[in-house]
């Protein structure tokens, strides 16, 4: 079974969605492995979104993710990565699909309520980065 990792960002744990963002990934069949409220440092932000360094909002993006507590959470299930994906719906919100999580609960690309690992070596880094 492959794991991923997921976290509610702290726009969608301020407006109180963590429970429907749970429940749906129970719905679709994931198994629950852990889950924990973390305050992420600049440094640990810096790191985890470093593959965005060079873009205009990469500032903008790491003084929002530390702006306030997040959930994190490590799912299993049959390709995990990628149906986690599928569930959370395109970056862009206003081009997320209605049922994805994006697509329901989220409008702006700067505030899209979940993240996702896009792989699964980044699946296990992250994992490692929040769970040690
Ligand atoms: P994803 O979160 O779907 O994996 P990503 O890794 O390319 O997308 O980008 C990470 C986050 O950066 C994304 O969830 C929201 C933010 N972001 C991406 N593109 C953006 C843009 N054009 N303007 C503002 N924020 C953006
Ligand atoms: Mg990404």
């Known amino acids: 079974m492959e794991r ?3 976290m509610v960002k702290p726009d969608g744990y301020a407006r109180g969605l963590v429970g429907r963002i ?3 990934f129970e719905e679709k069949g994931f198994t629950l492995v ?3 409220v973390v305050q992420l440092t600049r440094e640990h ?3 985890h979104y470093g593959h965005l360094r060079s873009k205009v909002f990469f500032d903008e993006l790491v003084d929002f993710i530390i702006s306030g507590p997040v959930f994190a ?3 299993e299930g ?3 990565v990628k149906n986690a994906r599928a569930l ?3 970056t862009n919100p206003s081009e997320a699909l209605a049922g994805t999580i994006r697509g329901d609960f989220a409008l702006d690309v700067a505030s899209n309520i979940i993240h996702g690992s896009d792989s699964v070596e980044n699946a296990e880094q992250e994992i490692k980065l929040f769970f040690q």
């Open 4 to 6: 991923t990792f997921v």
């Open 22 to 24: 749970v429940t749906r």
């Open 34 to 36: 852990d889950g924990r």
């Open 45 to 47: 932000a810096e790191h």
């Open 73 to 75: 959470m490590i799912w």
């Open 78 to 80: 049959k390709d995990a």
């Open 88 to 90: 959370i719906g395109a």
